[in-house]
T-cell receptor, first 109, second 115 residues
Framework: SQQGEEDPQALSIQEGENATMNCSYK?????LQWYRQNSGRGLVHLIL?????REKHSGRLRVTLDTSKKSSSLLITASRAADTASYFC?????????FGKGTRLHILP | NAGVTQTPKFQVLKTGQSMTLQCAQD?????MYWYRQDPGMGLRLIYY???????DKGEVPNGYNVSRLNKREFSLRLESAAPSQTSVYFC??????????????FGPGTRLTVL
């Protein structure tokens, strides 16, 4: 069964706006990761946040982690057309990573 | 560095045929993974190898076998292909330590169609 679940399933916003997507998971984790997938391609790692961290930044990306609620959020600020992609959260469990079903983000011109 | 490479990129099989998907990484990672991705779905783990010489089942192992040939290579075999195995297959590798998995690096994928 899938550990992480993203919300919303799909999101359309205007270029320049901020995009927020959420991930909930079921069991305790060591870390949580976010990945991006452009259509038809392999996944690209965006950011990793450890279970003892609450917030992490990387360029226009901001990730938060609330282990008490078993949830994380990914914020993309000042969105661009190139941000159109699917975004997946992934949680680790016993030597492996389990992915959610993803959020499809579409940036409108 | 090539990163993670997969062959072939595309494959069409008839039901009952067998084939092996190849994966290699040049980053000296100890862990390697095989996933499948179906339309509108996330990645589901088929098998993984936490270190050279070990392999373990993931979420959807039925109908597949794997071989960790050496530290660089991890192959996925379909012994008797079925239409339900039509999917995109991704190989990934990562450095892991004390059973904690770090960033995963993905290959470009193999698009498999089983008729």
């Amino acid at each position: 069964s899938q550990q992480g679940e993203e919300d919303p399933q799909a999101l359309s916003i205007q270029e320049g706006e901020n995009a927020t997507m959420n991930c909930s998971y079921k069991t305790s984790i060591n870390n949580l990761q976010w990945y991006r997938q452009n259509s038809g391609r392999g996944l690209v790692h965006l950011i990793l946040i450890r279970s003892n961290e609450r917030e992490k930044h990387s360029g226009r990306l901001r990730v938060t982690l609330d282990t008490s609620k078993k949830s994380s959020s990914l914020l993309i600020t000042a969105s661009r057309a190139a941000d159109t992609a699917s975004y997946f959260c992934a949680t680790d469990r016993d030597d492996k990573i389990i992915f959610g079903k993803g959020t499809r983000l579409h940036i409108l011109p | 560095n090539a990163g993670v490479t997969q062959t072939p990129k595309f494959q069409v099989l008839k039901t009952g045929q067998s084939m092996t998907l190849q994966c290699a990484q040049d980053m000296n990672h100890n862990s390697m993974y095989w996933y499948r991705q179906d339309p509108g779905m996330g990645l589901r783990l088929i098998y993984y190898s936490a270190s050279e010489g070990t392999t373990d089942k993931g979420e959807v192992p039925n109908g597949y076998n794997v071989s960790r040939l050496n530290k660089r290579e991890f192959s996925l075999r379909l012994e008797s292909a079925a239409p339900s195995q039509t999917s995109v297959y991704f190989c990934a590798s990562s450095a892991s330590r004390d059973r904690i998995v770090g960033e995963q690096f993905f290959g470009p994928g193999t698009r498999l169609t089983v008729l």
